[in-house]
Each structure stands twice: as structure tokens, then as C-alpha cells.
């Protein structure tokens, strides 16, 4: 097998495609390039009986109808009445 050098113009899309894949994969254009064209023509350079993955759940101790990703809005209502209650007592103190 040998590599073939050739000019391939690329629409700007296509390159930013490229050039966005190349960041998050850092792998240099030609390897994103070649397996984008691996891809899109259905050869993948993954092995066929690779492992399927599997993420373990494991309990978090939270109670129902706790949803983890509301947390950070806790937090801010937390701050928002720490913030109210130190400018009153600021406002009281000046009176």
C-alpha cells in the first residue's frame, strides 16, 4: 500500500469542520481528514468487536425528586439570600 499526495479544495464549511475535529481529537489535518473520509465512505479504523461502553450507575444518596443538575441553582438562591440579608443589615446599621 502507498500514500497518494494529492490537492483537494475544500469548501470553508468543510474546513472548519476539519479544523474544529483536528482541535478536539489532536490529531494533526491529514489523520482527521483521512478518518473523516473513512467514515463518510463506511470504513471505520475502529475494530469491529470493540467493547460496547457501559457507564455504572451507583447510588447517590439523594432523595426523590432531587434532580443533581438543580444544585447549582441552590446554590445561587443561597448566595441571592446571603447577599439580601447582609445589605439589610448594612441599611439598618446606616439608619
Known amino acids: 500500500m502507498y500514500a497518494m499526495r494529492t490537492t483537494v479544495t475544500l469548501d470553508p464549511d ?15 489535518f491529514k489523520m482527521t481528514l483521512n478518518d473523516a473520509i ?18 455504572a450507575s451507583r447510588p447517590m444518596g439523594m432523595l426523590p425528586g432531587i434532580d443533581p443538575a ?21 441599611r439598618e446599621k446606616l439608619k
Open 14 to 28: 468543510v474546513e472548519k469542520l476539519i479544523r474544529d475535529k483536528m482541535h478536539r481529537s489532536r490529531k494533526s
Open 38 to 55: 473513512r467514515k463518510a465512505l463506511g470504513k471505520s479504523n475502529l475494530p469491529a468487536n470493540r467493547a460496547k461502553f457501559v457507564v
Open 70 to 90: 438543580d444544585l447549582t441553582d441552590l446554590d445561587t438562591d443561597i448566595e441571592v439570600d446571603r447577599f439580601k440579608r447582609t445589605t439589610r443589615r448594612m
